[in-house]
RNA sequence: GCCCGGGUGGCGGAAUGGUAUACGCGAAGGACUUAAAAUCCUUUGCCAGCAAUGGCUUGCGGGUUCGAGUCCCGCCUCGGGCACCA
C-alpha cells in the first residue's frame, strides 16, 4: 500500500457522509433471529452544548453495537430528546426566547455535536418528547393510569419553591432547597395529580431479583421503596373531660416485641386526631393554644430542619389525655412531636425509649421513663407472659395478640403536575356537572398552545390558566361548558417510555405495534449516568409494568442490562461547568486529533463505571497509538507472509479478549491489548494481511473511521460494518515454550523455560540446575515441592 | 448513623490465590536534524551495589496459606447514595 500521511478531519468527514449516504446503519422493522437493543439515557439539550463528558456512555454503547452488529445482530441503536421542563423554560425566560425555539437550536447543536463523534445511530428513528406526535401517547399513557385507578387529585400541601414560583416534586428537593435555583422550599397547600406508585411497591421491588443490574443501583432502588415488615397495634385514648368517649390510634411499629416497653405515645403535628382535637368544635385538651402553637410552628419549618436528625427533638404534651398500653393496661402520656412523620405509617408512633435512640433521647428531654423489656440475649423480660421469649418469636407472637401484621414502604405516591407551561397538557376536562372528564382518547395529543407569556404567573397557577381561549372547551360527556386542566406533566414523563418509541416512532395508530414490540422488547444494554438510579428507572419501570399488566407491551421488565457511566471531571479535578470556566468542547478534541481519538481515549481512560479526570495530555497516547496502525498497515504489511508463533498467540489472544473484555464493558483493558498486540506486531519485520486485517476489525469499533479506511485501502468493497467479526482459533492460545519463576520458600530466584506440559521431574531437574536456585537448595533440605503446571514451581524447607 | 464502591509507581491504571506495577502518560539519556517538532532506541516502584544480586513495597494492624493486592477479622481514609422511615 502506498504511504499516504494520516489525516483525521478528511477521513473522518468522508466516512460520516458515506454511512449516512449508503444507510449503514438504518435499522429493519422487525429484527431476525438475532437482536440486540442497545439504548443510551436519551440527554435532556440544554443551551450549553455538550461536553466531553458527555459522550463517555455513547461511546461505550456505539462501540458495543458495532461489535454486535459483526457478530450478526439486528442491532436497535437510537437516540433522541427529552426535552421539556424545568431547564429549557428557565433558560427560555431567561434569554427571552420561545421554550420551543430554544430546544429547536440547541437539539441541532447536540445533534452536530453527536455526528461529529461519529455514532451509528439510526437518525431515521430519532425522536423528541415535545412532539404532539410524541406526547400525545405520553398523554394516553396517563389515560390509562387513569382508567385504571391509579391517578388521582390531591390537596396535599406540596413543596412550593418561592423563587421558581413553582410546585416541587420530593425528587426535584436537593436537602430541601430546589434542586434548580437553590432556594429554601415552603409547603403550600395546591391541587395537584398523583401517581398511586405505592401500589406497585412489591412488584418494583420483587422484579429487581430479575435484573443484571449494578448493586449499587438495586441496593438504591431497594432503599428508596424501604419495605419494613411489623405490625399495626391500636392504642386506646381516654380523656380527663367527663363524657367524652374513648378513640382509638392505630401506630405502626417494627418491634411489637417490645410493647410491654412503650412509655409514651407520639403523633406527628399534621394527624388527623391532632388536627380535630385542637378544632373550634372540640374542647378535650387543657393546653389547646400551646399545642396550636407548636403545630403551626411544625408547618413553617422547612423540610431541612424537619429532616435534621442531629437537631434536638421537640414536642408538646397533649394535656387531658392519656392512652392506655393494650398490653399492660398502663396509662402512658400523649405528645405531639415533629420527629414524627405524618406520611409514614400510620403518623403515630409508640415510643419505647430502651430500645430506640430517638425516642430515648425525646424521653430523656421530657423526663419520661425508660423501660427496658429486651434483654442484651434478645430475650423478653418485664412483659408478662412473654418473658422469655427470643424477641423474633415474641414479634410474632404479641403482633397476633394485639395488633395486626402490616407492611410499610418509604416509597410515596408520584406528585405527577407542574404548574408550569413547558410540559405535557394533563389530558383531563373538568366540567361543574360530570366533574373530572378523560380527554377522549380520539381527541389526542391535547396540544400545548402557543402563548406569549410562558413565565409562572406567580399565583402558583400553570400560565396556561390564563388563555381562556384553550382553557374553555366543553365536556365530552355532557357538551356543556367545561375547563381544561392546566397544570403539565414532570419532565419524567416523558422519559418514562420513550425507550418504546423507538421501537415504532411513527406510528400514529397506537403506542407500539405489538409484532414489533414482541420482536424487539426488552432492552438489552442500557447506559447512563448512576444520578437516575431513583427515579428515572424507578418511574420507567413502574410505567412498564402497568403496561405488561394491560396488554401493551409483552414484557415484564423494561431494561434487562444495565451499565452505569462514571463522570468525567475536568482536568482541575471539579465538575465540568460553564461556571468554573473548565468545559471541554467534544468539538474542539474532534477537530485537533479526531472523533477516533477522542473514542479511544474516553475508552481507555479507566474502568468504565469510574470517575476519571480528563488529562488532554495523556491523549498522546491513543493518537501515537492510532498513527502507529496507521503506518503498519501501510509499511508492515506482506501478503503471503507467513506470522511467526509470536504474532499468531498475540492476535489470536488479542481477539479473545477484546472480543470479551467489550462485551463486559471493561474497555480500557480491551484498548490495552490491542496495544501489547500493536508492539508485538511491531518487533516483526513484516505482518500478513490476515492478522493486520484481524486487528483492524477489532479496533474498529473502538475507531470506526480509520478502520474503514483502512480496510478500504486494503481493497475490499463492502464497509467494515458488514464484515464478520473475527473468530479466535484456540489451537494458538497457548505458545510452546514457556518461562515460570522458581521459587524458594515462596522467594523467586530464578526462572526456568522448557516445552509446555513437561513432566515435573524434567522441571525439577531443571530449575535445581539454576545457579542461583542451586545456591539456595545447597544450603537446605527440601521437604516439600509446589509445582502448579506451566505456572511456577516453589521448593519449601 | 445506615447501605454501596474505592485506596497499587511522579500520574491514569493492570493483575481466575501463583513472577505485583501490564498498557498508557510523564520524566531522563541517546539516534536522526543546522536546529526544533515528529519518529525510533534505551532506562524508569523504593533502598544498597560497578555488576551479579540482595532487601523492602499494593491505606494501617492481625490471621489463614507453601504462596495474599486478591480470602477472613479489626481499624483508618476517600467517593457516592439514603437518612428522625418508628
Known amino acids: 500500500m502506498s504511504q499516504k500521511a494520516y489525516n483525521h478531519a478528511e477521513i473522518e468527514k468522508k466516512w460520516q457522509r458515506k454511512w449516512a449516504e449508503d444507510g449503514t446503519f438504518t435499522t429493519p422493522e422487525i429484527p431476525g433471529a438475532k437482536k440486540s437493543y442497545i439504548l443510551d439515557m436519551f440527554p435532556y439539550p440544554s443551551g450549553e452544548g455538550l461536553h466531553v463528558g ?14 454486535k452488529r459483526m457478530q450478526g445482530y439486528d442491532v436497535l441503536h437510537p437516540m433522541g430528546w427529552d426535552a421539556f421542563g424545568l431547564p429549557a423554560e428557565n433558560f427560555a425566560i431567561k434569554n427571552k426566547i420561545h421554550p420551543r425555539i430554544a430546544v429547536e437550536k440547541n437539539i441541532a447543536r447536540f445533534k452536530e455535536q453527536l455526528q461529529n463523534i461519529g455514532f451509528s445511530y439510526d437518525w431515521n428513528r430519532e425522536i423528541n418528547t415535545t412532539d404532539p406526535e410524541y406526547y400525545k401517547w405520553t398523554q394516553w399513557i396517563f389515560l390509562q393510569l387513569y382508567k385504571k385507578g391509579l391517578a388521582y387529585e390531591s390537596f396535599e400541601p406540596i413543596n412550593w419553591c418561592p423563587s421558581c414560583q413553582t410546585g416541587l416534586a420530593n425528587e426535584d428537593l436537593d436537602q430541601g432547597k430546589c434542586e434548580r435555583c437553590g432556594s429554601v422550599v415552603e409547603k403550600r397547600p395546591m391541587r395537584q395529580w398523583m401517581l398511586k406508585i405505592t401500589d406497585y411497591a412489591e412488584q418494583l421491588l420483587s422484579g429487581l431479583e430479575t435484573l ?14 424501604g419495605k419494613s415488615e411489623g405490625a399495626e397495634i391500636g392504642f386506646k385514648v381516654e ?6 368517649r374513648p378513640g382509638l390510634i392505630p401506630v405502626f411499629t417494627t418491634r411489637p416485641d417490645t410493647l410491654f416497653g412503650v412509655t409514651y405515645l407520639v403523633l406527628s403535628p399534621e394527624h388527623l386526631w391532632v388536627q380535630l382535637a385542637t378544632d373550634d368544635n372540640h374542647d378535650v385538651l387543657e393546653n389547646k393554644d400551646e399545642v396550636r402553637a407548636y403545630v403551626k410552628a411544625a408547618s413553617e419549618k422547612t423540610e431541612i430542619d424537619r429532616t435534621d436528625a442531629t437537631k434536638e427533638k421537640t414536642g408538646v404534651q397533649l394535656q387531658g389525655v392519656w392512652a392506655v398500653n393494650p398490653a399492660n393496661r ?3 402520656p400523649m405528645y405531639v412531636a415533629d420527629y414524627v412523620l405524618s406520611h409514614y405509617g400510620t403518623g403515630a408512633i409508640m415510643a419505647v425509649p430502651a430500645h430506640d435512640e430517638r425516642d430515648f433521647e425525646f424521653a430523656k428531654k421530657y423526663n419520661l421513663p425508660v423501660k427496658k423489656v429486651v434483654d442484651e440475649k434478645n430475650i423478653l423480660i418485664d412483659s408478662g407472659e412473654f418473658n422469655g421469649l427470643d424477641s423474633e418469636e415474641a414479634k410474632e407472637k404479641i403482633t397476633e395478640k394485639f395488633g395486626t401484621k402490616k407492611t410499610n414502604y418509604k416509597l410515596r405516591n408520584w406528585v405527577f ?3 408550569r407551561y413547558w410540559g405535557e397538557p394533563i389530558p383531563i376536562i373538568h366540567c361543574d356537572v360530570c366533574g373530572i372528564v378523560p380527554v377522549p382518547e380520539d381527541q389526542l395529543p391535547v396540544v400545548l398552545p402557543e402563548v406569549e407569556y410562558y413565565a409562572p404567573t406567580g399565583t402558583g397557577e400553570s400560565p396556561l390558566a390564563e388563555i381562556t381561549e384553550w382553557v374553555n372547551t366543553t365536556c365530552p360527556t355532557c357538551g356543556k361548558l367545561a375547563k381544561r386542566e392546566t397544570n403539565t406533566m414532570p419532565q419524567w414523563a416523558g422519559s418514562s417510555w420513550y425507550y418504546l418509541r423507538y421501537i415504532d416512532p411513527k406510528n400514529s395508530e397506537q403506542l407500539v405495534d405489538s409484532q414489533k414490540e414482541k420482536a424487539w422488547m426488552p432492552v438489552d444494554i442500557y447506559v447512563g449516568g448512576a444520578e437516575h438510579a431513583t427515579r428515572h428507572l424507578i418511574y420507567a419501570r413502574f410505567w412498564h409494568i402497568v403496561l405488561h399488566e394491560l396488554g401493551v407491551i409483552s414484557t415484564p421488565e423494561p431494561f434487562i442490562h444495565l451499565e452505569h457511566v462514571g463522570l468525567i471531571l475536568a482536568e482541575d479535578g471539579r465538575k465540568m461547568s460553564k461556571r468554573y470556566g473548565n468545559v471541554v468542547n467534544p468539538d474542539d478534541i474532534v477537530h485537533s486529533v479526531g472523533a477516533d481519538i477522542l473514542r479511544v481515549y474516553e475508552m481507555f481512560m479507566g474502568p468504565f463505571n469510574q470517575t476519571v479526570a480528563w488529562s488532554t495530555a495523556s491523549m498522546s497516547g491513543p493518537r501515537k497509538f492510532i498513527e502507529r496502525v496507521w503506518r503498519l498497515a501501510h509499511e508492515s504489511i506482506e501478503q503471503d507472509h507467513m506470522d511467526s508463533e509470536d504474532v499468531l498467540y498475540a492476535i489470536n489472544k488479542t481477539i479473545k479478549k477484546v472480543t470479551e473484555d467489550t462485551l463486559a464493558f471493561r474497555f480500557n483493558t480491551a484498548i490495552s491489548a490491542l496495544m501489547e498486540c500493536l508492539n508485538i506486531f511491531e518487533k516483526e519485520k513484516a505482518v500478513s494481511k490476515d492478522s493486520l486485517e484481524k486487528f483492524i476489525l477489532l479496533l474498529s469499533p473502538y475507531a470506526p473511521h480509520v478502520c474503514e479506511e483502512l480496510w478500504e485501502q486494503l481493497g475490499h468493497e463492502s464497509g467494515i460494518s458488514k464484515v464478520n467479526w473475527p473468530a479466535w482459533d484456540e489451537n494458538y492460545l497457548t505458545q510452546q515454550n514457556v518461562t515460570i519463576p522458581v521459587q524458594v520458600n515462596g522467594k523467586v530466584r530464578g526462572e526456568v523455560s522448557f516445552i509446555r506440559d513437561s513432566s515435573q521431574q524434567e522441571i525439577e531437574t531443571l530449575a535445581r540446575a539454576h545457579e542461583n536456585v542451586a545456591k539456595y537448595l545447597a544450603e537446605m533440605q527440601v521437604k516439600k515441592i509446589i509445582y502448579i503446571p506451566n505456572k511456577l514451581i516453589n521448593f519449601i524447607w
Open 54 to 67: 458527555h459522550p463517555k456512555g455513547y461511546i461505550a454503547t456505539d462501540v458495543v453495537a458495532r461489535m
Open 212 to 225: 443484571e443490574w449494578p448493586k449499587s443501583i438495586i441496593e438504591s432502588q431497594r432503599n428508596w421503596i
Open 239 to 244: 380523656f380527663k373531660k367527663e363524657g367524652t
Open 330 to 332: 398502663e396509662k402512658i
Open 417 to 419: 403536575s407542574r404548574q
